[in-house]
């Protein structure tokens, strides 16, 4: 059983950064795409970024694209999201999650939550204007 802890939220001003951190209980071989998904308040969990882990390839959503950065860093199971221009719009309490079906970050579906394996419990973040 993986179990995945993330960290790094907190309350920032509009035009800050943070840089979350997914702690994985291990990088098992099965493994494939780990994702970054938020929920904000009176709204639907939604995909943010994922990444393959053999090949690092990454995918974001449309309100990602340049400001956020998916990466990983395999000697340490950890997965980050590095989050720049944040927005109010931002506050949520983002997840990683983990799943093992090869082909869930490359089919077009790495953004649906349904079928993945591993959930954190989230972290906190909060944006003010």
């Known amino acids: 059983q993986v179990q995945l802890v993330e960290s790094g939220g907190g309350s920032v001003q509009a035009g800050g950064s943070l840089r979350l951190s997914c702690a994985a209980s291990e990088y098992t071989y099965s493994i494939w795409c780990m994702t970054w998904f938020r929920r904000a308040p009176g709204k639907e969990r939604e995909g943010v970024a994922a990444?393959?882990?053999?090949?690092?390839?990454?995918y974001y959503a449309d309100h990602a694209k340049g400001r956020f950065t998916i990466s990983q860093d395999n000697a340490r199971n950890t997965l980050y999201l590095q989050m720049n221009s944040l927005k109010p719009e931002d506050t949520a309490l983002y997840y990683c999650?983990?799943?093992?079906?090869?082909?869930?970050?490359?089919?077009?579906?790495?953004?649906?939550?349904?079928?993945?394996?591993?959930w954190g419990q989230g972290t906190q973040v909060t944006v003010s204007s």
């Open positions: 999650a983990a799943d093992r079906n090869r082909y869930k970050c490359t089919s077009g579906s790495w953004n649906q939550e349904r079928d993945y394996n591993y």
């Open positions: 990444i393959r882990i053999d090949s690092g390839g990454t």
